[in-house]
């Protein structure tokens, strides 16, 4: 049996030099051999953007540690496909974000997309974030993703696996649940302003918070139960439930031909 350290990825959205991300990298150093590969200044809400139209800078700050100017799935992209490609990562973790990616978030957050990159570049990946807006303590959240990673590298896993975990902030959580995928609403208010030049400028996003109360959900589990949510995740976005729906719809002049295997 092989002596040699398990290769770990760690990125982010916050930028190489969060918090977050220092809590994340010393919580799996004692279990392997860890490269940070992560955006060069914060990119939160960057989503799944890839940079195709501009060419992408790195810069080494230190031994296997990186800074990149693009997006947390850039980052996961050239770490997989071209710092570590001789020897690519067993397991790519992202974050710890500082704030939330429950729900709806997951849509929005560069902290997830990073690790869905990574899986979907066959790697098995796990986004990490805390659920708090202020008084950012890492020291429970890196602690169960220590024990989350330990026990993930102690099993075979599949390459396109995907977990989000939240992370309550604030408390000491006293377990964790299996969840799914809950829903939200930061409010839909869009505060309009005047520069000093006279132009209207815009902000979007509410502040105006609550979410459903779905069992099961992460939402549910974080806010409600007080315990870490942990949801897999996968990349199949088809709604199974509305084929049968969108199959009685009639477009005039075109005949509908059903897919090959159906």
């Given at each position: 049996?092989?002596?040699?350290?398990k290769?770990?990825?760690?990125?982010?959205?916050?930028?190489?030099?969060s918090?977050?991300?220092?809590?994340?990298?010393?919580?799996v150093?004692?279990?392997?051999?860890?490269?940070?590969?992560?955006?060069?200044?914060?990119?939160?809400?960057?989503?799944?953007a890839?940079?195709?139209?501009?060419?992408?800078?790195?810069?080494?700050?230190?031994?296997?540690?990186?800074?990149?100017?693009?997006?947390?799935?850039?980052?996961?992209?050239?770490?997989?496909?071209?710092?570590?490609?001789?020897?690519?990562?067993?397991?790519?973790?992202?974050?710890?974000?500082?704030?939330?990616?429950?729900?709806?978030?997951?849509?929005?957050?560069?902290?997830?997309?990073?690790?869905?990159?990574?899986?979907?570049?066959?790697?098995?990946?796990?986004?990490?974030?805390?659920?708090?807006?202020?008084?950012?303590?890492?020291?429970?959240?890196?602690?169960?993703?220590?024990?989350?990673?330990?026990?993930?590298?102690?099993?075979?896993?599949?390459?396109?696996?995907?977990?989000?975990v939240?992370?309550?902030?604030?408390?000491?959580?006293?377990?964790?649940?299996?969840?799914?995928?809950?829903?939200?609403?930061?409010?839909?208010e869009?505060?309009?302003?005047?520069?000093?030049?006279?132009?209207?400028?815009?902000?979007?996003?509410?502040?105006?918070?609550?979410?459903?109360?779905?069992?099961?959900?992460?939402?549910?589990?974080?806010?409600?139960?007080?315990?870490?949510?942990?949801?897999?995740?996968?990349?199949?976005?088809?709604?199974?439930?509305?084929?049968?729906?969108?199959?009685?719809?009639?477009?005039?002049?075109?005949?509908?031909?059903?897919?090959?295997?159906?």
């Amino acid at each position: 049996m092989s002596d040699k350290p398990k290769r770990i990825l760690v990125s982010n959205d916050d930028g190489y030099f969060s918090e977050g991300l220092q809590a994340l990298v010393e919580a799996v150093s004692p279990l392997g051999e860890v490269w940070v590969v992560a955006p060069d200044r914060e990119q939160s809400a960057a989503s799944h953007a890839i940079s195709l139209h501009r060419p992408l800078r790195i810069k080494e700050m230190r031994a296997r540690w990186f800074a990149v100017d693009g997006t947390p799935a850039d980052c996961a992209y050239l770490a997989i496909n071209h710092l570590l490609k001789d020897d690519r990562p067993v397991l790519m973790v992202s974050g710890i974000n500082h704030g939330a990616n429950l729900a709806e978030d997951i849509m929005y957050s560069g902290t997830v997309a990073a690790a869905m990159e990574g899986a979907l570049l066959g790697v098995p990946a796990i986004a990490f974030s805390l659920v708090a807006r202020r008084n950012f303590d890492f020291a429970p959240a890196a602690r169960f993703a220590r024990s989350l990673v330990s026990s993930a590298l102690s099993r075979p896993l599949p390459p396109r696996m995907l977990l989000n975990v939240n992370i309550p902030g604030g408390v000491e959580p006293e377990g964790y649940a299996i969840t799914r995928q809950g829903r939200h609403s930061y409010g839909f208010e869009v505060v309009e302003n005047e520069d000093p030049r006279g132009r209207k400028y815009y902000w979007i996003g509410g502040s105006d918070y609550q979410h459903e109360d779905i069992p099961g959900s992460d939402c549910n589990a974080v806010f409600r139960d007080k315990r870490v949510s942990v949801t897999p995740l996968h990349f199949e976005l088809t709604d199974h439930g509305r084929l049968p729906d969108l199959s009685g719809w009639q477009v005039d002049g075109f005949n509908r031909h059903e897919p090959d295997g159906a």
